[in-house]
Nanobody, 115 residues
Framework: QVQLVESGGGLVQPAGSLRLSCAAS????????MGWYRQAPGKQRELVAAITSDGSTNYADSVKGRFTISRDNAKNTVYLQMNSLKPEDTAVYYC?????????WGQGTQVTVSS
């Protein structure tokens, strides 16, 4: 079955950096739009960044200029480079892939920004 597996989360200090990865299997990765979402305790899930099959990107205003989404179709992997991290970035980050009516989610990876 379709599988999206996130990795790269962890504990970092404010102003630090992390790179999240999401590896996909059993989908035609190159035709899927991919996105990163996050959900903090007591908060709604929100879109952080997305990248289309053609490579167009968009970002939440809260992360624009700090985060970069990219994809490597040869590796069936989407990345989220997170720089200048802030405590308010603390959340579980989820990978999503969608194409037409199909949408799939990863299990999530915890990112904690704290001193």
């Amino acid at each position: 079955q379709v599988q999206l597996v996130e990795s790269g989360g962890g504990l970092v200090q404010p102003a630090g950096s992390l790179r999240l990865s999401c590896a996909a299997s059993r989908i035609m990765f190159s035709i899927y739009a991919m996105g990163w979402y996050r959900q903090a305790p007591g908060k709604q899930r929100e879109l952080v960044a997305a990248i289309t099959s053609d490579g167009s990107t968009n970002y939440a205003d809260s992360v624009k200029g700090r985060f970069t989404i990219s994809r490597d179709n040869a590796k069936n992997t989407v990345y989220l480079q997170m720089n200048s991290l802030k405590p308010e970035d603390t959340a579980v980050y989820y990978c999503n892939g969608r194409q037409g009516s199909y949408s799939y989610w990863g299990q999530g990876t915890q990112v904690t920004v704290s001193s």
